[in-house]
């Protein structure tokens, strides 16, 4: 019998990138990866699209895309319009993040609390789980107008250039963290010498502070904060917590002096509701009077 072949803790971030690294495990599934390699390629933005452009996306030959896409066409998780001669994400794809939403059942205990901070501050407040190099939001609160960058669940944002995913990473046992940084030095060269001591920077704020900052570097209008949540080491899942405002709604000293704290102590309040332990690197020395020092 074939024997699988070792696979980081770590899966890498796209179906492709998997695809690509398994050409000598005889027990992986070419087809069906590819299959998903072509599912991924929808993104907002590119919500409708026909075969030859999946293939030019996918790196996938036309008349192998071709059968793909009338196969997942015909199990529902495309759609195909006949008029434009492309497709669109069908209904059924929607039904596979089910069973992962609702095992995270504190999002529903955690909402109202997301939307007062939220509505306080006049920006979003959001949860991510940590997946290979990006953070995907699984709940998000929101005030009215709050700029450029509207997040939704299932929006995937970078790692390396978030608050949010700074502070995911510091819920990581050590491990699995300096696997994580090697994973986005190997995944794009150019950007992990560009942010790696902010991201550094990052992980030790949420070891000194409980949160950390980011100064417009993913989004310019954007300047956000954001917490570790928990690792939940059975199912391997890390979580974190952040607050996008627009910059030019903060006063100075606004982030930091009064939004960083504040989704400090939400993500404590979320820990002690779901009784989560408190991340290694979010432990943080008290005074005697218990103030965070």
């Given at each position: 019998?074939?024997?699988?072949?070792?696979?980081?803790?770590?899966?890498s971030?796209?179906?492709?990138?998997?695809?690509?690294?398994?050409?000598?495990?005889?027990?992986?599934?070419?087809?069906?990866?590819?299959?998903l390699?072509?599912?991924?390629?929808?993104k907002?933005?590119?919500t409708l699209?026909?075969?030859?452009?999946?293939?030019?996306?996918?790196?996938?030959?036309?008349p192998?895309?071709?059968?793909?896409?009338?196969?997942?066409?015909?199990?529902?998780?495309?759609?195909?319009?006949?008029?434009?001669a492309?497709?669109?994400?069908?209904?059924?794809?929607?039904?596979?993040?089910?069973?992962?939403?609702?095992?995270?059942q504190?999002?529903?205990?955690?909402?109202?609390?997301?939307?007062?901070?939220?509505?306080?501050?006049?920006?979003?407040?959001?949860?991510?789980?940590?997946?290979?190099?990006?953070?995907?939001?699984v709940?998000?609160?929101?005030?009215?107008d709050?700029?450029?960058?509207?997040p939704?669940?299932?929006m995937?944002?970078?790692?390396?250039?978030?608050?949010?995913?700074?502070?995911?990473a510091?819920?990581?046992?050590?491990?699995?963290?300096?696997?994580?940084?090697?994973?986005?030095?190997?995944?794009?060269?150019?950007?992990?010498?560009?942010?790696?001591?902010?991201?550094?920077?990052?992980?030790?704020?949420?070891?000194?502070?409980?949160?950390?900052?980011?100064?417009?570097?993913?989004?310019?209008?954007?300047h956000?904060v954001a917490?570790?949540?928990f690792?939940?080491?059975?199912?391997?899942?890390?979580?974190?917590?952040?607050?996008?405002?627009?910059?030019f709604?903060?006063?100075?000293?606004q982030?930091?002096?009064?939004i960083?704290?504040?989704?400090?102590?939400?993500?404590?309040?979320?820990?002690?509701?779901?009784?989560?332990?408190?991340?290694?690197a979010?432990?943080?020395?008290?005074?005697?009077?218990?103030?965070?020092?």
């Amino acid at each position: 019998m074939a024997q699988a072949v070792s696979k980081p803790s770590l899966a890498s971030s796209t179906a492709a990138a998997v695809l690509a690294s398994s050409t000598d495990d005889a027990a992986f599934a070419t087809t069906l990866a590819k299959g998903l390699v072509v599912l991924e390629a929808f993104k907002a933005g590119t919500t409708l699209l026909g075969n030859m452009e999946l293939s030019t996306l996918t790196g996938i030959p036309r008349p192998t895309v071709a059968r793909l896409t009338h196969t997942l066409a015909e199990l529902g998780y495309l759609r195909y319009d006949a008029e434009r001669a492309k497709y669109r994400v069908g209904a059924r794809a929607l039904r596979m993040a089910h069973p992962l939403l609702a095992d995270m059942q504190f999002r529903q205990v955690a909402r109202p609390m997301m939307q007062e901070l939220a509505q306080s501050v006049r920006g979003t407040v959001s949860i991510g789980l940590l997946d290979a190099t990006s953070m995907i939001y699984v709940e998000t609160a929101r005030s009215g107008d709050v700029g450029p960058h509207v997040p939704d669940i299932g929006m995937p944002i970078p790692v390396a250039m978030t608050a949010m995913g700074r502070a995911a990473a510091a819920t990581l046992p050590p491990a699995d963290a300096d696997r994580l940084e090697r994973q986005i030095a190997a995944e794009d060269a150019a950007l992990w010498p560009a942010f790696r001591d902010k991201y550094r920077a990052g992980i030790a704020q949420c070891a000194s502070r409980g949160f950390c900052t980011c100064w417009g570097e993913y989004i310019a209008s954007i300047h956000a904060v954001a917490a570790p949540l928990f690792h939940a080491r059975e199912a391997k899942q890390s979580f974190s917590i952040n607050c996008g405002i627009p910059a030019f709604r903060l006063q100075p000293g606004q982030l930091e002096g009064e939004i960083g704290p504040r989704i400090a102590a939400l993500a404590d309040s979320i820990r002690a509701i779901v009784k989560a332990a408190e991340p290694p690197a979010a432990t943080r020395k008290q005074n005697k009077k218990g103030a965070r020092t």
